[in-house]
């Protein structure tokens, strides 16, 4: 393998690991004990690792890469990256639901889901962090 590809892996391995660790932490803080652990069910393991939330950091980095080709205003990437995670967390939850017989969260008690596997409340929490993620980039990008 070239070397740009084995960093090009690494980097997104750490990414993975980081986003899987970062969930973890925020299902721990923010959710139920018991969504944590039904989400660590998904890993075979008790560890502080999520990876939901790791194949989802990937998909934002994968993202931000065509937002820095495009230059897209920053409200736009916003409101597009929430879209997108709110679309990846459907299609987690149902194929959560059908393929393993385990619905891995519920917010029917939120107002205005889609059969508990999304909701409004959730999609402006996703929106919240992206917004944090995305000001990070920023400083990043003008320090760097």
Known sequence: MKSKQKNNILKYFLIFIFGGFFGWLFELIFQESDRVNSLSYMTGFNIPFLPIYGFGFILLFVLSKYYDKIKFPIMFRILFASIIITIYELISGV????????????????????????????????????????????LKNKYT
């Open 95 to 138: 194929l959560s639901n059908f393929v393993f017989g385990y619905k891995l969260w519920d917010y029917s008690e939120h107002w205005l889901n889609f059969h508990g596997y999304i909701s409004l409340y959730m999609f402006f929490v996703w929106m919240l962090f992206l917004t944090i993620f995305e000001f990070g980039r920023m």
